[in-house]
C-alpha cells in the first residue's frame, strides 16, 4: 500500500515545523510531509529569483513525482528572522508566492499559503485547488 504525502516550502525555524505538519497531516489527511526549507522561504518564493526558483522546483519534483505528493503548501511565520517584516508583508508574500508555485504546473491538487502566528497556530492565506 502507497503512502499518502504532501509537500511543504517552510522557513528554517524549527518552531513552524510540527504545527504546519499537524496542519497539513490533519486537514489533507495525509500521512508524511516532504519538507523543504529556507530561512524566510515566503519572501524566497515572491522574489521569483531564477536559483532559488530552479532548486526549489527540482526539489518538489522529486515530492511530487517520487512521493505522488497532491498537495504543495508555502509557509511564512511570525518572528522570522530572515524576513523580519510585518504580518501584512507577510500576506501579501505567501499570495505572490503561492501564484508563482500555481505556475510552475505540478501535477498536484492543492496549493496552500499559510501563515503561522504568534501562539504558533497556522492560519490559511491563499488557496487554489486543481479544477
Same mark, same amino acid.
Given at each position: 500500500?502507497? *503512502?499518502?504525502? @504532501? =509537500? ?11 504545527? &504546519?505538519?499537524?496542519?497539513? #497531516?490533519?486537514? +489533507?489527511?495525509?500521512?508524511? !510531509?516532504?519538507?523543504? =526549507?529556507?530561512? @524566510?522561504? /515566503? #519572501?524566497? !518564493? %515572491?522574489? @521569483?529569483?531564477? +536559483?532559488?526558483?530552479?532548486?526549489? $522546483? ?5 515530492? !511530487?513525482?517520487?512521493? #505522488? %505528493? *497532491? ?26 508566492? =503561492?501564484?508563482?508555485? $500555481?505556475?510552475?504546473? +505540478? %501535477?498536484? /491538487?492543492?496549493? &496552500?499559503?499559510?501563515? !503561522? /502566528?504568534?501562539?504558533?497556530? &497556522? ?5 487554489? *485547488?486543481?479544477?
Amino acid at each position: 500500500m502507497r *503512502k499518502s504525502f @504532501g =509537500t511543504v516550502l517552510n522557513c528554517i525555524d524549527g518552531r513552524t515545523q510540527i504545527p &504546519v505538519i499537524n496542519w497539513i #497531516k490533519e486537514n +489533507f489527511n495525509v500521512e508524511y !510531509v516532504d519538507l523543504i =526549507t529556507e530561512p @524566510g522561504m /515566503d #519572501k524566497i !518564493v %515572491s522574489e @521569483g529569483n531564477p +536559483f532559488y526558483s530552479s532548486r526549489l $522546483k527540482d526539489k518538489i519534483n522529486i515530492s !511530487v513525482k517520487a512521493h #505522488k %505528493s *497532491k498537495i504543495i503548501g508555502l509557509v511564512g511565520h511570525y518572528d522570522c528572522a530572515a524576513n523580519p517584516v510585518d504580518a501584512e508583508v507577510h500576506y501579501k508574500q505567501i499570495e505572490e508566492a =503561492t501564484n508563482l508555485i $500555481k505556475n510552475w504546473n +505540478f %501535477s498536484v /491538487d492543492t496549493i &496552500v499559503g499559510l501563515w !503561522v /502566528d504568534e501562539f504558533w497556530e &497556522v492560519h490559511v492565506i491563499s488557496l487554489y *485547488k486543481r479544477i
